[in-house]
Antibody, heavy 117, light 106 residues
């Protein structure tokens, strides 16, 4: 069974930093592209980052230069470094697996990031 | 930037068929997929690559994609189908989600 378990969320002040982690199990982690997706409470889902099997990374303009995605295939782990956080970054952050061409087939339970003074 | 537009809400009576639309420029030239999200839960994939159902998703869920519109259709809707539904596609290294549609089963 595929499992994705996020951790590292919490309350942080504007301008602060946070590092999210995702522990993957139940599949060969190194064979899959992985994504972070966030959701403001009860609202639109927003793609945050992608890291391919080769290590190539992609970001939307809203987080580019502030967020950094990385992976450790030896540890079956995905990470997201969040810097220069803003109030609008407040959301639940999901670790997700790309199941095939341009769709996500597995989601973690999410970790809440709250940016507030 | 590419955008997907969904109706905010749709309602249906139990046992009836309901369709949820997702519009985007030349969306039919891309793959579309759909996720269902119930309150307090993570999204679940219900349709991928326009019209394919993952294992475990009931046959009453179907999808299509042509022109500028992708459509999720639920036949014989049940109360358990009440949820938020999101469409999603990919456009030049960017993953794009629709705003979501709240399906109410009256």
């Amino acid at each position: 069974e595929v499992q994705l378990v996020e951790s590292g969320g919490g309350l942080v002040q504007p301008g602060g930093s946070l590092r999210l982690s995702c522990a993957a199990s139940g599949f060969t982690f190194s064979n899959y592209d992985m994504h972070w997706v966030r959701q403001v409470t009860g609202k639109r889902l927003e793609w945050v980052s992608t890291i391919g099997t080769s290590g190539a990374t992609y970001y939307p303009g809203s987080v580019k230069g502030r967020f950094t995605v990385s992976r450790d295939n030896a540890q079956d782990s995905l990470y997201l470094q969040l810097n220069s956080l803003r109030a609008e970054d407040t959301a639940v952050y999901y670790c997700t697996r790309e199941g095939g061409t341009y769709y996500i087939d597995s989601w973690g339970q999410g970790t809440l990031v709250t940016v507030s003074s | 930037s590419y955008e997907l537009t969904q109706p905010p809400s749709v309602s249906v009576s139990p046992g009836q068929t309901v369709s949820i639309s997702c519009s985007g420029d030349k969306l039919g030239d891309k793959y579309a997929c759909w996720y269902r999200q119930k309150p307090g839960q993570s999204p679940v994939l219900v349709i991928y690559q326009d019209d394919k159902r993952p294992s475990g998703i009931p046959e009453r869920f179907s999808g299509s994609n042509s022109g500028n519109t992708a459509t999720l259709t639920i036949s014989g809707t049940q109360s358990m189908d009440e949820a938020d539904y999101y469409c999603q596609t990919w456009d030049t290294t960017t993953w794009v989600f629709g705003g979501g549609t709240k399906l109410t089963v009256l």
